[in-house]
C-alpha cells in the first residue's frame, strides 16, 4: 500500500509539473496575444486538469487554490473578465505560487490555506461581483460544452420526442460521465444511477463500447466505458441530478449542462433540421460495415503515419550532422514518397488536417526532387517542421476519437469539429461517389502493412485481403494505444537498468569471445551468438536512447525568465530559441537550467543596454536574446548570444590585475581575458555592473558546467554582444572507434580522426634535432607522434618500421600516431574518466572493451596541442 | 589464501549490515567495526561503511599524467574506477602485486575508489575507549590522514580517514606540487 501510494505520488508530481510547464509556455503565448481563445482554452483545461488530479490524490489545498486560477481563467474564457496585462501577471504569479505548493507538498510538508490566501484574494479581485454565483455553481458540478455531436448521432426519432418533450417546458441537459475503470471495485456502477435518472425522464444515453473485450477476457469489476453521455428530459433541477450523482462525483467526472431555450434553439434545432433534411443517413445504432470499416481503417492509418513519421524525423535527425551527400538524395526520395501517398491516402479518408499539413510539404520535397530546390539545412528544418505539425495533427486526430471537442481551425475560417464520427461521415458521402477508390485505397493499405511495399492488388483479391483487414483492424487498434501512450519512470531505475546494460554488453561480449569457443564448431551455436550479439546491441542503443531528453522544456524556462527578468527591468528585449529539439543526456537536461537561467538573467540585466543608450548607439530598441542549441563534433553546444554592449577587456584586464589573478606584463588572449570575468572573486555584482557588466556570479556558472564535464567558453565584441557557449559533451554516446594496441595497452582511436593507416620504411623518419620525429606518408610531412613517450609513464617503443601510423587530424592539424597494432574497429560506449582525471590531456575518456578491461579513448586534438606545446 | 579473502569479505558484508542497523552513525572516531589490513607490515583499519567491497588484483589500465601512486583505471562491473596505489600514496617502496594483492572498493563522497594494499586482514570490533587520537608526529604516514590509533590486545591499527587520504582535493594538490 505504501508503495502504490508512493507511485502514485510520483506520478500526480510528475504531472503537475509538466501542467505547470506547459501553463507557464502558454501563458507566454498568451500574452503576446490575449485574443487567441483557443490558448485560453488550453490554458483553462491545463488548471482544470491540475485541479482534478490534484483532488483525485487528495491534495485538497492544491486543489482548492488552482480552483480559484480556475475560476478566473473560466471567465475569461466567457467574456465576463477582459484580459488585462496585470491579470496575466497575477496569472503568472498563480502558477509559481502553484508551483511552489506542488513542491512543499512534495516535501511532504503542509500547506494551510493562509499560504494562498493572498494570491487567492488577488485573483478573486478580477472576477465581477455577479458571476459569484456562477462560480458557486461550478464549484459543485462543471457545465460542460454543448456537444453537436452527440445530438448528431441520435435517432431522429429519439431526438424528435426529446424535442417535443422540451417543447411542453421539461428541462433539457447533457450529461457526460467519466469514471475511473476500477470504480465497479470501489461500488460504484454508473447503471443504476442511469437507471435512477429514468425514473424522473427520459434517457438517451450514447457511449463507445470499443473497449470492451472479448468475453474470456472480459472482467465484470471493470468499467470499460470511459465516457458515458447522457441526453436527459426531465423536469428535476440540476441540484436534484447533482445529488444523484454525489458519490460518483468523487470517483469520477461529472458534467451537467442545462440548455437553455436559446441554445435549444440555435443549435439544436438546427442541427435537427440538418439531420431530417438528410436523406437516407442510417441510424446511429445500425452501424453499416463500410463505415465501421472506415473507421476502424483511420485508426490503422494514423498508426501507419504516426510510425512513418517518427522514422522520418530519426532520419532528418541522422541528416543534421555531418554525412554523405547520397543519404540526402535517399532521404529526399523516400520522404516524398511518404508524403505523396499520404496526402493521396488522407484525402480519400477525409482527414482534411493531414492534408493541408502534408501538401506544402509534398510541393517542396517534390521541387527538390526536381533540383529546383536545394536540400539545405533551411529545408530540412521546413520538413522536421512540418513532420512535427503532422505528428500533432495525427495526435489530435485520433484522440479526439471519443468526441473530445478541439476546435480545428480550417482555411476557410470557420471552426468545425472533425471528429471521427464526422470523418466517417463525409467519408461515406465522398464513398457513395467513390466507393471503388475507397475500396482499393483500404486494400492497398492492408498489402503495404504486410508487405512494406506498394503493389497494387488485384481486384479479385479483395475478399481475401477484407478477411485479413479484419484481422489487421484490430492488432492495429492495440497497438496504436502503445505508439502514442507514454510511460513515466523513476530515473534511478533507469540508471540502474543502464549500468546491467552495460554490463550486459561486456559478458556478451566475454562470451562471444571466449577462447574455449575456438575449438567449437557449431554453425548453430555461432547463428545463435549472432543473434544475441545484435539483441544485445538492440538493447543497448534503446536504453540508451530512454536517457536523452531535448532541451525543450529547459528552453522553454528560459522564455519565462527572460520575460520576468525584462519586466522586472526598464529593458526590451526579444527572446529567441533555436533548436530546442536537440537532445541531451538527462543528467545534463536537469542541471543545465540553473547556469542558463544565471546567464539568461545576466543577459538582460547588464548586456542588453536601456532603450535609450540602444538608440543612441544606432542599435534597433529591441534589444535581442537568443538561445542556441546544436551540435559540433561530439559536443552539444548551448549559445547565449545577447546583441548588448560587449565585454570590455581592458577594463577587465586592469580588474584581474588589481586583484592579483594575472600579472601586469602577462600576455592574455581574448579567450583569456574573457574567462577572467568567470574566475572566483573576480568581483562583487555591482563593482562588475560599474566596469563591464558581466560577472555576477559566473564562477558558480562556470562551477556548475563543469561539474557536468562540459565547458564555457566566452566570445564577444565590444557594442555588438557577448556569446556565452556552453559546450556538454555526450556523456553516454558510443563513438566509432578503432581499437589499437600499443605494448600491452589498449587504446581506441575516434574513427572520425581517423585519415590512413600506413607501415612506414625506417627511410621515411626524419628526425629534427630537438623538434622531435617527422614521418613522410605520401609524399607529405606529419610529426610522429610515439604516445609511449608522450604519456611517459608506458614502455619503451619499437622502431617506426615495426609499427603502423595512424594519420590523424584534428581542426585541420595532423599528425602520425605511432601503434604497434590494430586490434578492431567497433562502437564503444563512452565512459568518463573520474573527476580526478580531469586535467589529463590527450584523453578524452575511456571505455570497456570485448574482454573487460578499459581501454582510453584519445582526444586527438589535446594530443596535438600536446606535440606542438 | 584466495578463500581467505572471501571470508573478510563475507564477514565485512555483515559487518555494514549490522552497522547500518546500529547506530548508522559512521564509526568514526565514537569506535565500531573496522576492515584491517596490512601495508607494509603495519596494520591499518578503515570504517566498514567507507568500504564497498574487496576485489582481487584485476587488469589496470594506466592513465598518462598521473602522479605515480595513481595506478589507473579498471572496470568494476560496467562503472570505470579509479585506483590508488597505497603504498605508494604513503611513500613506501612498491612491490610487485600477487594473489594477495587486494583492491579496497571504497566510497568517497558518492565515487568510488580502489585502493591497492597488501592483503586484507579481518573485520574488527573496537570501542571508543581503545581509540586513541592520533600522534602529533613520529610515523611514516602524515598524520592528517589518521582517524586515531586503535589498539588491540598489544597491537596498535592505524585507523585511517578514507576521505583525507583520497579525496581530490588532495590529489589536485599533490597533482599541483608535481607540477610546481
Not at chain 1, 304 to 331: C, F
Not at chain 1, 550 to 560: D, E, G, I, V, Y
Not at chain 2, 59 to 84: A, F, H, S, W
Not at chain 2, 88 to 98: Q, T
Request: net charge negative; charged share 30%.
Amino acid at each position: 500500500m505504501d508503495d502504490f501510494e508512493k507511485l502514485k505520488g510520483l506520478d500526480f508530481f510528475g504531472e503537475a509539473e509538466e501542467l505547470l510547464d506547459s501553463l507557464d509556455s502558454l501563458l507566454l503565448e498568451f500574452e503576446k496575444d490575449p485574443e487567441d481563445a483557443d490558448i485560453l482554452n488550453s490554458i483553462f483545461r491545463a488548471a482544470h486538469t491540475l485541479k482534478g488530479s490534484s483532488g483525485t490524490v487528495g491534495h485538497t489545498a492544491l486543489e482548492g487554490f488552482t480552483h480559484h486560477i480556475e475560476d478566473l481563467l473560466d471567465n475569461m474564457r466567457s467574456g465576463k473578465v477582459t484580459t488585462t496585462p496585470d491579470i496575466i501577471d497575477t496569472l503568472f504569479e498563480s502558477v509559481d505560487l502553484t508551483r511552489l505548493i506542488t513542491e512543499r507538498l512534495q516535501n511532504k510538508e503542509e500547506v494551510s490555506e493562509d499560504f494562498y490566501a493572498q494570491m487567492v484574494e488577488q485573483l478573486r479581485e478580477y472576477i465581477p461581483l455577479d458571476t459569484e454565483e456562477v462560480i458557486y455553481e461550478k464549484k459543485r458540478a462543471l457545465d460542460t460544452e454543448i456537444d453537436l455531436a452527440l445530438i448528431k448521432k441520435l435517432n431522429k426519432k429519439t431526438l424528435k420526442e426529446a424535442k417535443a418533450k422540451a417543447e411542453e417546458g421539461r428541462k433539457f441537459y447533457q450529461i457526460e460521465i467519466r469514471l475511473e475503470a476500477d470504480c465497479i471495485k470501489n461500488g460504484l456502477d454508473p447503471l443504476p444511477l442511469i437507471r435512477y435518472l429514468r425514473s424522473d425522464g427520459d434517457v438517451i444515453a450514447s457511449t463507445s463500447t470499443h473497449n470492451i473485450p472479448k468475453l474470456d477476457k472480459f472482467d465484470p469489476l471493470h468499467l470499460y466505458l470511459e465516457e458515458i453521455k447522457l441526453l436527459y428530459t426531465s423536469n428535476i433541477s440540476r441540484d436534484e441530478i447533482e445529488d444523484i450523482f454525489e458519490f460518483a462525483m468523487e470517483a469520477g467526472e461529472i458534467c451537467i449542462h442545462l440548455f437553455t431555450a436559446e441554445e435549444l434553439k440555435t443549435h439544436y434545432d438546427a442541427e435537427l433540421d440538418s439531420f431530417w433534411h438528410e436523406e437516407g443517413s442510417s441510424d446511429h445504432d445500425e452501424i453499416d460495415e463500410d463505415t465501421l470499416r472506415a473507421a476502424l481503417d483511420i485508426d490503422g492509418f494514423l498508426l501507419d503515419v504516426n510510425n512513418s513519421i517518427s522514422r522520418i524525423l530519426k532520419t532528418i535527425k541522422s541528416l543534421e550532422g555531418p554525412h554523405d551527400d547520397s543519404l540526402n538524395y535517399a532521404a529526399t526520395e523516400d520522404f516524398s514518397q511518404f508524403f505523396h501517398r499520404l496526402v493521396g491516402d488522407a484525402g480519400v479518408l477525409g482527414l482534411e488536417t493531414i492534408v493541408r499539413c502534408a501538401s506544402p510539404i509534398e510541393l517542396l520535397l517534390q521541387e527538390i526532387r526536381a533540383g529546383e530546390v536545394l536540400f539545405n539545412e533551411e529545408n530540412i528544418l521546413k520538413i522536421k517542421k512540418g513532420a512535427e505539425d503532422l505528428a500533432m495533427a495525427v495526435l489530435v486526430i485520433s484522440t479526439r476519437e471519443e468526441e473530445e471537442d478541439l476546435p480545428v481551425k480550417t482555411t476557410t475560417g470557420t471552426t468545425e469539429v472533425p471528429n471521427s464520427t464526422d470523418t466517417v461521415k463525409s467519408l461515406k458521402e465522398s464513398s457513395t461517389k467513390n466507393k471503388k477508390t475507397a475500396k482499393i485505397k483500404a486494400t492497398k493499405k492492408t498489402t503495404q502493412k504486410s508487405e512494406k511495399k506498394i503493389v497494387e492488388p488485384k481486384i479479385e483479391e479483395r475478399e481475401d485481403d477484407r478477411r485479413e483487414l479484419s484481422k489487421d483492424r484490430r492488432t492495429s487498434t492495440d497497438r496504436r494505444a502503445g505508439a502514442l501512450a507514454s510511460i513515466r519512470i523513476d530515473a534511478t531505475r533507469l540508471d540502474n537498468l543502464m549500468d546491467m546494460v552495460g554490463e550486459l554488453v561486456i559478458t556478451q561480449a566475454l562470451v562471444s569471445q571466449d577462447k574455449s569457443l575456438e575449438e567449437v564448431t557449431s554453425p548453430r551455436l555461432e547463428k545463435n551468438l549472432s543473434q544475441l550479439v545484435k539483441i544485445t546491441k538492440g538493447i543497448q542503443d534503446q536504453v540508451m536512447s530512454m536517457r536523452m531528453l531535448s532541451l525543450n522544456a529547459t528552453f522553454r524556462k528560459m522564455s519565462r525568465v527572460a520575460r520576468d527578468v525584462t519586466k522586472r527591468s526598464n529593458k526590451e528585449i526579444t527572446f529567441k530559441v533555436h533548436g530546442e529539439d536537440t537532445e541531451l543526456d538527462k543528467t545534463v537536461i536537469d542541471e543545465v537550467g540553473d547556469p542558463l537561467t544565471h546567464l539568461v538573467r545576466n543577459a538582460v540585466d547588464h548586456g542588453i543596454e536601456t532603450p535609450e543608450e540602444r538608440i543612441t548607439a544606432g542599435k534597433p530598441k529591441l534589444g535581442t536574446i537568443e538561445l542556441n542549441a546544436y551540435h559540433k563534433g561530439g559536443s552539444v553546444v548551448i549559445d547565449v548570444r545577447d546583441d548588448g554592449k560587449g565585454l570590455d577587456k581592458e577594463k577587465i584586464r586592469e580588474k584581474a590585475i588589481s586583484k592579483g589573478l594575472i600579472n601586469k606584463n602577462d600576455d592574455l588572449q581574448d579567450n583569456d581575458i574573457y574567462s577572467l570575468i568567470m574566475a572566483p572573486g573576480f568581483s562583487t555584482a555591482a563593482e562588475v555592473t560599474a566596469i563591464s557588466g558581466r560577472g555576477v556570479g559566473l564562477d558558480v556558472v562556470r562551477k556548475n558546467v563543469e561539474k557536468l564535464r562540459g565547458r564555457i567558453e566566452i566570445s564577444s565584441t565590444e557594442g555588438q554582444g557577448t556569446v556565452f557557449s556552453l559546450m556538454f559533451p555526450l556523456t553516454l554516446a558510443s563513438i566509432e572507434g578503432m581499437v589499437v594496441g600499443i605494448d600491452e595497452d589498449r587504446f581506441i582511436i575516434p574513427a572520425l580522426s581517423i585519415e590512413n593507416f600506413s607501415r612506414p620504411k625506417s627511410t621515411d623518419v626524419t628526425i629534427v634535432a630537438g623538434r622531435g620525429e617527422l614521418v613522410e606518408v605520401r609524399g607529405q610531412l606529419f610529426p610522429l607522434v610515439r604516445l609511449n613517450r608522450l604519456f611517459k609513464n608506458f614502455k619503451d617503443d619499437k622502431a617506426p618500421e615495426d609499427s603502423i601510423l595512424v594519420l590523424v587530424e584534428s581542426d585541420e592539424k595532423k599528425c602520425c600516431l605511432m601503434v604497434d597494432n590494430i586490434l578492431g574497429h567497433q562502437q564503444v560506449v563512452i565512459k568518463s574518466l573520474d573527476e580526478s582525471f580531469k586535467e589529463v590531456k590527450g584523453v578524452s575518456g575511456c571505455s570497456i572493451l570485448g574482454d573487460g578491461r578499459v581501454g582510453l579513448i584519445l582526444d586527438v586534438g589535446g594530443i596535438l596541442n600536446l606535440t606542438t606545446a | 589464501m584466495g578463500s581467505e579473502k572471501e571470508e573478510v569479505s563475507k564477514a565485512l558484508q555483515e559487518a555494514k549490515e549490522e552497522a547500518r542497523e546500529g547506530s548508522s552513525e559512521s564509526a568514526g572516531v565514537v569506535g565500531g567495526k573496522f576492515l584491517s589490513f596490512l601495508l607494509h607490515n603495519e596494520e591499518y583499519g578503515l570504517d566498514v561503511l567507507s568500504v564497498r567491497e574487496i576485489i582481487g588484483i584485476i587488469d589496470i589500465t594506466t592513465v598518462p599524467q598521473m602522479p605515480n601512486y595513481v595506478k589507473g583505471v579498471v572496470n568494476l562491473r560496467g562503472k570505470v574506477i579509479p585506483v590508488i596505489d597505497l603504498r605508494l600514496r604513503f611513500g613506501i617502496p612498491e612491490i610487485s602485486y600477487d594473489e594477495e594483492t587486494c583492491i579496497i572498493v571504497v566510497e568517497v563522497g558518492d565515487m568510488l575508489m580502489g585502493i591497492i594494499i597488501d592483503t586484507v586482514l579481518e573485520v574488527l570490533d573496537i570501542t571508543a575507549k581503545d581509540i586513541e587520537p592520533p600522534p602529533s608526529f613520529g610515523t611514516k604516514v602524515k598524520t592528517d590522514f589518521i582517524l586515531g590509533m586503535g589498539k588491540i590486545g598489544k597491537k596498535v591499527k592505524i585507523l585511517l580517514d578514507i576521505d583525507k587520504v583520497l579525496t581530490s582535493e588532495e590529489l589536485a594538490m599533490v597533482e599541483k606540487m608535481q607540477k610546481a
